[in-house]
Structures are given as structure tokens and as C-alpha cells.
């Protein structure tokens, strides 16, 4: 690759099974390395404009990529070919993601900082498809039901286990889940106090996760929206002794000593709450 002062690496870079790695470059070229041996790459992909972002699918057939010219590939490994996703990718693709059969890839979308902005000078992104995640198939490139649209970026979104619905996560302060057949939002938004960066998907279907930077992650159910967080700190507690199973001390009933090491055994330590007294 070339320096490419104004391209970072593809997504900050992308895992793609066992040993590789995703990465494109100011040089127009998105690879796929291998990391053992470390150096090996497959035949490059090349298009008339840098890439800032992409994905791998779950089998690693598939390459996804969008590019600075408004457009998105499905780059077909272990061939020549590409399908183009259908439309221009006018906004700032914030992230790209397969579904776990890698049927449906989506693009979560917003306002890019550098324009294009409306003519009066407001500041406000010319953007016809900003602050959406769009999903597509990925044997036609075509779109797969409405747009998902949010009132301001869409910074992260993932696909249930079953593929058949969407989190999405906004600088809008809030995340919504989505059924991917009809475009509509299942549930009330789940609010946080700023921007929500992050979503995931329990294993079961039946939970999401969401992360802001005000209060951490919270939990919610993803049929009802609610918010099991506070279920959880209403009703859980310790069922073991928080400290003083190990107690710190110098006397001869202490188990460790001012040092942390346990008494009578060489090279042992104990180092976490349970040295504690009491408290």
C-alpha cells in the first residue's frame, strides 16, 4: 500500500476468520491479508475511489466495501466479479455489516462533517439518505425493505440471530429495533442521555444491548422495549461474603499480611476484595 494520510485502514481494520484480516488504502486497493504467514494477501480489489469502509461476511465469501464516490460493492472472493449496491451512498457510512447467513449486508448512515450542505449556508447536510441504515440483498445488491430512519446519524446497527430484525444505534440519543420485512420500529425507542454507539444482540433474540457514553450499557427487552437494567439493580444482590474471607492483617489470624501474601504458602497472593476487614 501507499501512505494514505487522509484514508484510515477499511473500519479501523476487519477480522475475517481464522487468521486474516480486511484492510484498504488511499491507493485504491482493498486487500485481504493473511496473518499466518504474515505479508500473504489475496488479489486486491480496485475502484476509481479510496474505500473508508466494509465488512467480511460470516463465510468469508464476500467483501463489502464504500467507496468516496457515493458508491458500495459486494466484492465476490476467489473471482473477478462485484455486485453494486443499488443507489448512491451520498451520506457518511458510519458502519457496514452482514447478517449471520450473509444474505442481507445493511449500511448505517448520517451526516459527513465535511457536506455537501444546503445553499443557504446553515451548516445542514444536503444529504438525501443521511441518518438511515439500509439493508440489501446480497445476491442482487437491491434494497431489502424501507430505509430505517433515525433524526440524526446512525453509528452502529446489527442483525438479530434470525436475520429478521435490526438495533440501530444513533447520535439521536436513542436506539430502535426494527423489523427488516415491513421497515417498522418494533417498541419505543430506548432513550439514553446521549449519543447510543453501540448495539448488540443477546444470543437468544430476545434482548438487546445498547451503549452510550452516559450511563454505560443497558439491557432491554426487545419485544417490549424495557428496560431490564433497572430490574436488575432492584432486585439483585450478593449471596457470598463481599470482603474479609481473606483477611489483611499482621496478627496470627490474618490470611494475608500487609503485603498481600498468603501466610504460610510461598509465592501465593491474594489481591482483590476479599483481603478487606470489613467494611
Given at each position: 500500500h501507499r501512505p494514505f494520510p487522509s484514508w484510515r485502514l477499511l473500519d479501523g481494520g476487519k477480522m475475517a476468520g481464522p487468521g486474516r484480516c480486511q484492510a484498504a488504502c488511499a491507493d485504491r486497493a482493498v486487500r485481504l491479508w493473511e496473518l499466518d504467514p504474515v505479508g500473504e494477501s489475496t488479489v486486491p480489489f480496485f475502484n476509481d475511489a479510496p474505500a473508508s469502509h466494509g465488512a467480511i461476511s460470516p463465510d468469508v465469501s464476500l467483501v463489502a466495501t464504500k467507496h468516496a464516490d457515493e458508491r458500495a460493492f459486494l466484492w465476490i472472493l476467489d473471482s473477478d466479479k462485484k455486485i453494486a449496491l443499488e443507489g448512491k451512498f451520498s451520506g457518511h457510512v458510519q458502519y457496514l455489516a452482514f447478517s449471520a447467513d450473509g444474505k442481507r449486508v445493511l449500511a448505517?448512515?448520517?451526516?459527513?462533517?465535511?457536506?455537501?450542505?444546503?445553499?443557504?449556508?446553515?451548516?445542514?447536510?444536503?444529504?438525501?439518505?443521511k441518518n438511515q441504515a439500509s439493508v440489501y440483498d446480497t445476491a442482487t445488491g437491491k434494497p431489502v425493505g424501507p430505509p430505517l430512519k433515525h433524526d440524526n446519524t446512525v453509528l452502529h446497527a446489527s442483525f438479530s440471530p434470525d436475520a429478521e430484525r435490526i438495533v440501530t444505534a444513533s447520535e439521536d440519543k436513542t436506539a430502535r429495533v426494527w423489523d427488516l420485512a415491513t421497515g417498522e420500529a418494533l417498541g419505543p425507542p430506548l432513550k439514553h442521555n446521549t449519543a447510543v454507539r453501540y448495539v448488540a444482540w443477546c444470543p437468544d433474540g430476545k434482548r438487546v444491548a445498547t451503549a452510550a457514553w452516559d450511563d454505560g450499557v443497558c439491557i432491554w427487552d426487545a419485544a417490549s422495549g424495557e428496560q431490564l437494567k433497572s430490574i436488575i439493580r432492584a432486585s439483585a444482590g450478593t449471596g457470598y461474603h463481599p470482603v474479609g474471607t481473606c483477611r489483611m492483617g499482621n496478627d496470627e489470624m490474618a490470611v494475608v499480611d500487609p503485603q498481600l501474601r498468603v501466610r504460610g504458602v510461598a509465592g501465593l497472593y491474594v489481591a482483590d476484595a476479599s483481603i478487606m476487614p470489613r467494611i
Open positions: 448505517a448512515n448520517g451526516s459527513s462533517p465535511w457536506g455537501p450542505f444546503t445553499s443557504d449556508n446553515t451548516g445542514e447536510s444536503a444529504y438525501v439518505d
